[in-house]
């Protein structure tokens, strides 16, 4: 399937072509928000740049993580060379399992000016994507087996300006989400069932990468559950560059060692 890049078939005329390469110099970013449609695009381009800007980002996944000493997590992690972090939110509806919500978002993003990348593993995404965007989320990865219409869910999280994605658990096909991704930023196929850290690694992720690369270049590729040193060299190949990892780095006392090892085992 061709990707619909909603980028012009030819040129603009001369004016607009000048005012696009005023609007999109980073510093220009910088300055001031850039306002279409009455949304803020400038927040939304600059965090997802700064997902893609590398080859790889590991972004470890907070669940397992000391929160009594969020500060000091944060600043070790920051030490040890990681360049974004994943929280993981549960409604224990959606998922089994009970977490946190915009408090801790808002606590982290005091803490780091890195991406924060929020995966929504709830029921009802579309009553809380704005506190999470307010919270201090850079991009928002809802779940494609939510109840709620998710292409609705997905346009809304875009007119907040932040990141645009979406989950699928390993039952759920590539083919089954594919007319959803023109909306998206991120496509995340887990390799657990979400829920849980800890869980081993499904390869059954690693053909919807390959599938999502191939029909979609231009998405970012997430994966999420079991990625550790031996698991993610094959992530890689298939075709991600976000690497959501917990226990592999949690379980260890060394948080560089552990960043090292996980880039070493893809070769950067
Ligand atoms: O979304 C989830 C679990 O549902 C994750 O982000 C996990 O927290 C990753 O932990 P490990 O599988 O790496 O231990
Ligand atoms: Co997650």
């Known amino acids: 399937m061709e990707r619909k890049t909603g980028y ?12 696009l390469a005023i609007a999109c110099t980073p ?45 000091r997590e944060i600043h070790s992690l920051e030490e040890a ?3 974004g972090f994943h929280l993981d939110v549960m409604d224990g509806h959606f998922v089994p399992n009970l977490t946190y919500g915009m408090p801790i978002v808002e606590g982290v993003r005091k803490l780091t ?12 995404p579309a009553k809380y994507v704005r506190q ?19 292409s609705e869910v997905l346009k809304m999280i875009r007119q907040l300006g932040v990141g645009v994605g979406l989950a699928i658990n390993p039952a759920t096909s590539f083919e089954s989400v594919e007319s ?13 069932n ?5 869980q081993q690694f499904n390869p059954v992720a690693l053909e919807k990468l390959r599938q999502a690369r191939h029909n979609f270049p231009d998405l970012l590729l997430e994966v999420d559950g079991g990625v550790n ?13 976000l690497f959501v990892v917990g226990s592999a780095i949690f379980g260890q006392d060394d948080y560089r060692q552990a960043l090292e090892g996980l880039t070493a085992a893809i070769g950067l």
Do not use: W
Request: hydrophobic fraction near 45%; charged fraction near 20%; aromatic fraction near 4%.
């Open 229 to 241: 040193i031996g698991t993610i060299a094959d992530c890689y190949s298939a075709g991600a560059t």
């Open 8 to 19: 012009p078939p030819f040129p603009p005329p001369g004016s607009i072509r000048i005012l």
């Open 132 to 150: 999470f965007a307010d919270a201090g989320a850079d991009s928002l990865t809802v779940h494609a087996e939510i109840e709620q219409d998710t």
């Open 27 to 71: 510093l220009a970013f910088l300055r001031r928000p850039i306002k279409i449609g009455g949304m803020d695009v400038s927040r939304q381009a600059e965090a997802v740049q700064k997902l893609r800007d590398e080859q790889a980002i590991i972004l470890p996944s907070l669940l397992q993580c000391d929160f009594g000493n969020l500060q």
């Open 81 to 83: 060379g990681v360049r």
């Open 180 to 192: 959803l991704l023109p909306l998206c930023d991120l496509l995340l196929p887990m390799s657990v």
């Open 194 to 198: 979400a829920g849980f850290g800890g």
């Open 113 to 124: 000016s890195l991406p924060i990348d929020v995966h929504l593993m709830i029921s009802e």
